[in-house]
């Protein structure tokens, strides 16, 4: 059964840092990967998706890799503002299957 | 990207009650839609594999007869909870995908507070 594991839980770094948020997974034989944004009791906002052959894609201030081999993928944040702060959820999908999420990663970027 | 409603957004239900929810695709037809819970503080759980014009496959420890699904349309799935109870006060939500292993979207999610 995949195992999603993100790291860390919860996240606060002053306006302008750059970050990173991690992502690992027990079964690399993935479909796809995916990372989503979440607002308290809002639905998913998705942010990147990256297919099992890609090894990163970018959407603005966002930068996503994945490294299959070994089940890590992360999610670069350049220039934090305060309107980033949500949970970022690392989700994976194996073929045929429906997404498998890690627990999340509470961000807050402050003023 | 693609268009997933959800609705209603919120409800609030008598114990023993029903409530139905309903996921819709707007713009595309998805043959297959996903109903996850998500408790407080807790990730999003797998309830259900919705299949259009065939039975719903339930993931272990959820109750098919309790949560009842109906997959009528290829834009159409409903989620009906049954003799609610406060411990399935929860955060439900759906997701679509265009094809099978394409990027998933999901739909705003329902509050359900059973009273």
């Known amino acids: 059964k995949q195992e999603v594991t993100q790291i860390p839980a919860a996240l606060s770094v002053p306006e302008g840092e750059n970050l990173v948020l991690n992502c690992s997974f027990t079964?690399?034989?993935?479909?796809?990967l995916q990372w989503f944004r979440q607002d308290p009791g809002k639905g998913l906002t998705s942010l990147l998706l990256?297919?099992?052959?890609?090894r990163e894609q970018t959407s603005g201030r966002l930068n996503a890799s994945l490294d299959k081999s070994s089940g890590r993928s992360t999610l670069y944040i350049a220039a934090s503002q305060p309107g980033d702060s949500a949970t970022y959820l690392c989700?994976?999908?194996?073929?045929?299957?429906?997404?498998?999420f890690g627990k999340g990663t509470s961000l807050l970027v402050t003023p | 990207g693609a268009v997933v409603s959800q609705h209603p957004s919120w409800v609030i239900c008598k114990s023993g009650t029903s409530v139905k929810i309903e996921c819709r695709s707007l713009d595309f037809q998805a043959t297959t839609m996903f109903w996850y819970r998500q408790f407080p503080k807790q990730s999003l759980m797998l309830m259900a594999t919705?299949?259009?014009?065939?039975?719903?496959?339930?993931e272990q420890g959820v109750e098919k007869d309790k949560f009842l699904i109906n997959h009528a349309s290829l834009t159409l799935s409903t989620l009906t909870v049954t003799s609610a109870h406060p411990e399935d006060s929860s955060f439900y939500i759906c997701?679509?995908?265009?094809?099978?292993?394409?990027?998933?979207?999901f739909g705003q999610g329902t509050r359900l507070t059973v009273v």
């Open positions: 989700a994976v999908k194996n073929s045929g299957y429906a997404l498998n």
């Open positions: 919705s299949n259009e014009g065939s039975k719903a496959t339930y």
């Open positions: 079964d690399s034989a993935i479909y796809n």
């Open positions: 990256i297919q099992s052959s890609q």
């Open positions: 997701s679509a995908e265009r094809r099978a292993g394409t990027e998933a979207f």
